[in-house]
């Protein structure tokens, strides 16, 4: 599967913003969706995950109650709405898609989208 992220940008602190991964090759709906992001200078770092049908999700600690993920699989899509974003957010966000069971750990992901960049500014 092939995956495209958009939707990055600058944005205040507090604001929101929205990104999108489109996929396109196999059937969408038989991968875990998850987004993961990436700090100058650190590691890459689980955000969220969300199942093959949608109907469970996880998030990391620094984000819950902020960010939502969602997934339709009539249009191939998995979306991160970001609200009340903070400094500590910026980093260039991964989509990344595995047939494994759920997993936070990036290695457990077999395709990575680009990467979209996210800058909050204080």
């Known amino acids: 599967v092939q995956l495209q992220a958009c939707g990055g940008g600058l944005v205040q602190a507090g604001g929101s913003l929205r990104l999108s991964c489109a996929a396109s090759?196999?059937?969408?709906?038989?991968?875990?969706m998850g987004w993961f992001r990436q700090a100058p200078g650190k590691e890459r770092e689980f955000v969220a995950f969300?199942?093959?049908?949608?109907?469970?999700?996880a998030y990391a600690q620094s984000v819950k109650g902020r960010f939502t993920i969602s997934r339709d699989n009539a249009k191939n899509t998995v979306s991160l709405q970001m609200n009340s974003l903070r400094p500590e957010d910026t980093a260039v966000y991964y989509c990344?898609?595995?047939?494994?069971?759920?997993?936070?750990?990036?290695?457990?992901?077999?395709?990575w989208g680009q990467g979209t960049l996210v800058t909050v500014s204080s």
């Open positions: 990344a898609a595995t047939q494994s069971p759920f997993s936070t750990a990036w290695g457990a992901y077999d395709y």
């Open positions: 090759g196999r059937t969408f709906s038989l991968y875990v």
């Open positions: 969300i199942s093959r049908s949608g109907g469970s999700t």
